[in-house]
């Protein structure tokens, strides 16, 4: 089985061009959680993050969608995110994304999901239908070498 991000971004979640998504139809982002927009544990977003979202509001509605499952850590992100975050999603398999679709209140055409992982944001993305934006984690997590094998063995999934 073969994966094929619709958009394959060579830097993180800040490098992604807001202008080119909206041209493109783009109406709403279904963005993920940890390594797309935070840090994993660290609780807080950088001021790139932070200067992105400020960008992209407004011009695209946007709720996120993460597989982590204690209520608190996603308590925690939604406030700091100042957005709506469906945790327990159990990506890539529909439930979480078709939550995701009625609370942006768009038809999958017209939304994208972002993240940094294939197996379960680009394949969850394609199950429902949706156009697919593949990033690199944030430039600014150290990762341990485990994951990041694990990262690049999921990319052979990927076509580009
Ligand atoms: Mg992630």
């Known amino acids: 089985m073969f994966l094929k991000p619709t958009y394959s ?34 609780g807080k977003i950088t001021p790139q993050v932070e200067a992105w979202l400020a960008g992209a509001r407004g011009r695209l509605k946007m709720v996120v ?43 999958p055409d017209a939304v994208a999901v972002v993240g ?10 394609v199950l429902s239908d949706m156009r697919t934006v593949l990033v690199r984690p944030l430039s600014t997590i150290v990762e341990p070498s485990i994951k990041t094998f694990c990262r690049n063995l999921e990319h052979v999934f990927i076509r580009k």
């Open 116 to 125: 940094d992982r294939p197996l379960t944001d680009i394949w969850g993305g």
């Open 9 to 42: 971004s060579p830097g993180d979640l800040t490098t992604l061009d807001i202008e080119q998504l909206c041209s493109d139809g783009i109406k709403g982002l279904i963005l993920d959680l940890d390594s797309t927009l935070m840090e994993p544990k660290s």
């Open 65 to 107: 969608l993460t597989n982590n499952h204690r209520p608190s850590y996603i308590e925690n992100a939604s406030k700091v995110l100042n957005m709506e975050v469906i945790g327990h999603a159990a990506k890539p398999w529909r439930r979480g994304f078709r939550e995701a679709l009625q609370i942006l209140q768009l038809p």
